[in-house]
């Protein structure tokens, strides 16, 4: 982790996750409005927004390179804001912050990931946004500095009324870079009342102001129509210590500047009691409330401070507010994962306890209920900790959009894409893992999939504009998530050609079945591209998402129709942590099988059995046959129970196919907390042979996990 402000190490958690929440947010509007030609007032304060607060939350944290880039992204918007229907192009715009926001987000990966961080030299692309904002002006910067000066002359000289208040606000002591917290909460108040004047002024790039801040408080005057909320406000910021009210009769004896205005505070007092400032101690809250901030809007004229009103206290009522907020906390993924463990091994704990040998033949009722309860508590504690950990597909869903976007316009392709069960949830870390696969399958569908020109697809009966589809649901305990486009298909012949020619076949090509051509595209070193560009041709990237894939205990299969287009399936489960299963006995041998696949267990006799001269052994069920695989001859394990009475039969099921599968007995149900088999077996490629893991049972044993799918794929 790089080095931070002194103080802030402790939130610099919080800020990597809420700035790249907000650039996902960013990316997400710009993609929208570039596909309307439009920026609606909604978007461009939403954009506002989300630029000021990163520039101010980069600021608090000491990088002062952020904080210049999004200030720079923010002059850009503020022109856009200011002249409404007035700019004829701002299409330039989006490559700009395009490329802002992907600087940012690499700068942000550094950060969390270098020890040894030094700031990037982003000199180049702040002068393009200078560049930009003059283009959108066809001013030079000092000119737009000018016309702004000249508004806060001019509204200098304008009469507030007396229906204005006065507050002065004093943060806690040591709380540290009072000018940045000072400059927050104005921010904060702008949202809910007509600011007229603070002080002291430039508290957003002068440091020196935190020392008059912390001398004489910080002075924000505002019409009093909304004091309630903007005291409501105030009470709840963070680090703010204590605030005071100063009021209209106080202002009324002297116009006293800033500095003098304990002495006037003091006059007031003797004068008329009743009169005197009112100080109010402010409860502390969350770092996450200080970041909360809504329209951002540019500094006010510079004006004498305004009388004020008295007002109640507002303690009970910010309270009542704050009472009525949904209590929401970001963790890190460690804590999570270090709990996940822990509940893992309690589970394992719990089954070791439960199964102990000593235990066997004892009539123990009063520990037998205990274990019951046990179970049911570990249960619960279990579903709670899985649930805490998923979250939806939705965000790496979304940035899909951009890779879109970004190839459209360097290939010439016109394409679109369309998203469907962006909402399924899975875990978090099978979510983390799965960008960069659908990065690259997305990538080889715009770059390799769809045809180069609009004639070609024309041609086909295709539309002009081609379509790229994301799609995940929920099946058995496993989500599948498609990438498809209606593109051209692969070449099956110009793929064995060049697999041939590459020497990645093991097999005369006489002999490979479409279906294993085309998955061909997976082996490493492989591509169709003759030609290296920046999106294909080195025989690296779908090898890479296949494996990836696979880590997290998932599978990627391709099917593809000439002329019609390709699909990329890939078939990952819900969590890679505990999972019920049912526990088998194939000799010594221990199997679990996941609960979610068995369709039913069951006994036969040998004459129910069909010989089949092709399939093997297979057995009618409902009307229909299924095959049998026999575990002791799929794992070559010896085993005395060969004859169908003395065994067990279970059927399992998973997208569409069945099997059964033969075993010496059943041992019964369990939650199995699945353990990856270590590396240096990687390379016997044991989950293609259907095992996907291993489990540590109650006497310490080691039962193997069956992965249904594979086992049914290989059989």
């Excluded at 935190?210 to 408080?217: L, M, T, W």
């Excluded at 589970?347 to 009722?365: A, C, D, H, W, Y």
Aim: hydrophobic share 40%.
């Amino acid at each position: 982790m790089s080095k931070v402000e002194s103080g802030m190490e402790s939130m610099i958690d919080m800020y990597i996750f809420e700035t790249n929440t907000l650039l996902e947010q960013l990316d997400e509007i710009l993609l929208r409005t570039e596909e309307a030609q439009t920026f609606t007032d909604e978007d461009i304060n939403e954009i506002f927004r989300i630029m000021h607060t990163v520039k101010g939350s980069s600021a608090m944290m000491g990088f002062d390179d952020l904080q210049l880039l999004s200030h720079r992204g923010e002059e850009l918007f503020f022109i856009i804001r200011e002249n409404p229907g007035k700019l004829e192009d701002v299409s330039f715009v989006y490559d700009l912050v395009f490329r802002m926001s992907d600087l940012f987000k690499a700068e942000i990966e550094l950060i969390q990931s270098d020890d040894e961080y030094v700031a990037t030299d982003f000199s180049e692309v702040l002068e393009d946004l200078e560049k930009g904002a003059a283009m959108l002006t066809n001013e030079t910067n000092s000119a737009v500095q000018a016309a702004a000066n000249a508004a806060v002359e001019q509204d200098a000289t304008a009469d507030w009324g007396d229906d204005v208040i006065t507050v002065r606000i004093f943060f806690q002591e040591g709380c540290k870079m009072e000018n940045l917290r000072s400059f927050l909460l104005l921010n904060k108040i702008r949202e809910e009342a007509d600011v007229k004047d603070f002080y002291p002024k430039d508290i957003e790039n002068d440091p020196n102001a935190s020392d008059a801040i912390i001398e004489e408080g910080f002075s924000v005057t505002f019409q009093s129509d909304h004091h309630e909320s903007v005291l409501k406000l105030i009470e709840s910021a963070i680090n703010v210590e204590s605030y005071e009210i100063i009021t209209k009769a106080d202002a009324s004896k002297a116009a006293v500047p800033a500095e003098d205005s304990a002495a006037s505070a003091e006059i007031a007092s003797q004068a008329a009691p009743e009169t005197v400032a009112a100080v109010v101690s402010a409860p502390a809250v969350s770092a996450a409330d200080e970041a909360s901030e809504k329209k951002a809007k540019i500094p006010v004229p510079d004006t004498a401070i305004a009388p004020a009103t008295p007002t109640a206290n507002t303690n009970q009522a910010a309270q009542q507010l704050n009472a009525g907020k949904q209590s929401i906390i970001s963790v890190n993924l460690a804590k999570l994962d270090q709990l996940h463990d822990i509940v893992g091994e309690i589970i394992t704990t719990e089954s070791m306890v439960i199964s102990n040998p000593e235990l066997e033949g004892l009539k123990l009722e009063s520990f037998l209920k205990s274990a019951r309860e046990l179970k049911k508590l570990t249960d619960e504690l279990q579903d709670t900790v899985m649930s805490i950990r998923m979250v939806p597909l939705a965000g790496p869903f979304q940035k899909m959009n951009r890779i879109v976007r970004d190839m459209k316009m360097k290939l010439g392709k016109d394409a679109e894409l369309k998203i469907e069960g962006e909402n399924t949830e899975v875990d978090k870390t099978i979510v983390d893992s799965l960008n960069d696969p659908l990065m690259h399958l997305v990538r080889n569908c715009m770059d390799h999939g769809i045809e180069n020109s609009i004639e070609e697809r024309l041609e086909r009966g295709k539309s002009a504009k081609a379509t790229i589809s994301l799609n995940a649901v929920s099946s058995s305990g496993e989500v599948v998530i498609t990438v498809s486009d209606d593109g051209g298909g692969i070449d099956t012949e110009k793929v064995l050609k060049k697999a041939e020619m590459n020497g990645l076949l093991i097999k005369p090509a006489s002999e490979y079945s479409e279906r294993e051509i085309q998955n061909m595209i997976l082996l490493p070193g492989f591509s169709t591209n003759d030609i290296v560009t920046e999106f294909s041709g080195r025989g690296v990237g779908m090898d890479v998402v296949r494996d990836n894939i696979e880590k997290c205990g998932g599978t990627l299969t391709v099917d593809s129709k000439t002329g019609f287009g390709t699909t990329f399936t890939i078939k990952i489960p819900l969590t890679l942590a505990i999972i019920q299963g049912m526990e088998v006995k194939v000799h010594d041998t221990v199997f679990a099988i996941p609960i979610s696949t068995i369709r039913q267990s069951f006994k036969v006799q040998t004459n129910e059995i069909i010989k089949d001269t092709q399939r093997g052994e297979m057995i009618m069920i409902r009307g229909e046959c299924y095959p049998i695989m026999r575990l002791h001859e799929k794992f070559s394990i010896p085993s005395e129970v060969i004859e169908f009475e003395d065994g067990i039969l279970l059927l399992v099921e998973t997208d569409g196919k069945g099997v059964c599968l033969f075993a010496d007995r059943l041992i019964g149900e369990q939650q199995v907390v699945v353990k990856p088999f270590p590396p240096y077996l990687s390379r016997y490629n044991i989950k293609a042979a259907g095992l996907s893991g291993c489990t540590i049972m109650g006497d310490g044993s080691i039962s193997l996990i069956i992965d249904v799918a594979n086992l049914i794929e290989a059989y």
